[in-house]
């Protein structure tokens, strides 16, 4: 293996000052400082970790870093996730060779209702959950995160960090694979200043050093939240000539939500046959004497997986044999 050093600077998260007058420190019933303290913690703890969350999420939807939308019903404005969303993006990262063991996928709190309401096994773990972590199941360790980053539905491209909401904006749950991120923790230094001359008040922030990204850009994907009415598409080809002997030809189809297609004919002499988005047509062998002239002609419907009402017709012909 061939090393080297690669410099990385650390993000800087700094609170703004609170004040504690000495009259409130004698007056109250509570420790102020002591609460004032807790909550800059805990405010540092909070824009960071949505902050990391955001940076292990996809830049956009890629061959190496997957971002599907969800294909449940309808439900106020958005589409639901469904367990079948889920699977399909552990089949992106099957077909990416991404190791089973250290798979990630923090959902958003929409997403974890919709699995709570369709998986009653999802339901009963979660119920008896701690700590955030929800269950191991659909091949990830399972966590729910609140503040989870937003992706524009028309590109699924991530909106930035800091960027302000929009129509277009949808929450997303976010999948790695843990060995492949890295974080590091630099100085946390606390700033107190005590009660002086001129100001009978103790006054304190913090400031906090810290990092996390994907070592390379891979091995992380997204589900994103599709529109409530946003059609499920098909893209590919149309028809297909093939030769007059028994030989199989392979088509790649494409969905506009990641899903795996479907591939159906009543054609007696075609036979359809798929494997994830590919699509294997074997025709047997045309022969002229019995058949005659004219050429042979089928239609293959192909459908999205979880999708009944999307099809695509494809036109499949087969020339005549030479006499």
Known sequence: LEDANK?????????????????EVRGLSYDKKSTVIERHRESVDEEKFARALHALAPDGNSSKTPVLLTTGADYNGRKRLTVQDVINLKEKF??????????????????????????????????NTEKGKVVNQYGFEIYEYVDVPRFNVSNLN?????AAASATDALASVAFYAPRMMKATGETKAYVDEPDTQYQE??????????CLPKKKEAIGAIVTAQAGTPVTITGTD??????????VQRTFATSNG?????????AWLAVAVNGKKVTFTPTAYAHDAEG???RVATVTIGVV?????????????AKADS
């Open 158 to 162: 991530k909106v930035a960090f800091s």
């Open 94 to 127: 099957d077909n990416l060779k991404i190791p089973k063991q250290g798979r990630i996928l923090v959902l958003c709190p929409q997403h974890v209702n919709d699995l709570l309401i369709q998986d009653t096994t999802f339901a009963q773990r979660y119920n």
């Open 239 to 248: 028809s297909i000539s093939l030769a007059a002997t028994a030989t199989a």
């Open 7 to 23: 410099a990385i600077g650390l993000d800087k998260y700094q609170t703004e000052p609170t004040r504690v007058t000495d009259d």
């Open 306 to 318: 979880g999708s009944d009402n999307v099809s695509k017709e494809v036109t499949v012909s087969q």
């Open 259 to 267: 899903a795996n297609v479907t591939a159906s004919t009543e054609a």
């Open 202 to 211: 103790w006054r304190y922030n913090l400031r906090h050093y810290f990092i």
């Open 293 to 295: 002239d004219d050429p």
